[in-house]
């Protein structure tokens, strides 16, 4: 009870009241440290070019651009690895299903055909 308790305080009520970002102990301290500082990119950029340039339509003109840039940097490193690392939906099975598996094919006639769940081809 008192994890959980926890958990909630540390995902829900601290990520609401930073804007989002928490410590997560199951990612590696790494990637906890990328988050922080793109977080910290993203929360102070706005009140840097509030007080660094005159209040108008030039704070617009630099914030967009430079967001845009990173949200397509971020999504292509992510394109990137999911092609490189990503083989395809991973089915676990434990043994037994694969013997029972193995001894109902050989069971069964090989002429016949089993049915696809998409239909015919």
């Given at each position: 009870m008192g994890s959980q308790t926890l958990q909630i305080l540390r995902q829900g009520v601290w990520?609401?009241?930073s804007g989002g970002w928490y410590y997560d102990p199951h990612q590696a301290t790494f990637v906890n440290a990328l988050h922080l500082y793109l977080w910290l990119f993203l929360l102070g950029l706005p009140f840097?070019?509030?007080m660094a340039l005159p209040s108008s339509m030039i704070i617009v003109a630099v914030y967009c651009p430079v967001i845009a840039a990173v949200f397509i940097v971020l999504k292509m490193v992510n394109y990137r690895?999911?092609?490189a690392?990503?083989?395809g939906e991973?089915?676990?099975r434990n043994?037994?299903?694969f013997t029972?598996?193995?001894a109902k094919t050989e069971q069964g006639n090989c002429s016949t055909r089993r049915k696809d769940s998409n239909?015919?081809?």
């Open positions: 990520a609401a009241l840097t070019l509030y690895l999911h092609r690392l990503d083989a991973i089915v676990e043994a037994n299903e029972d598996q193995r239909g015919p081809r």
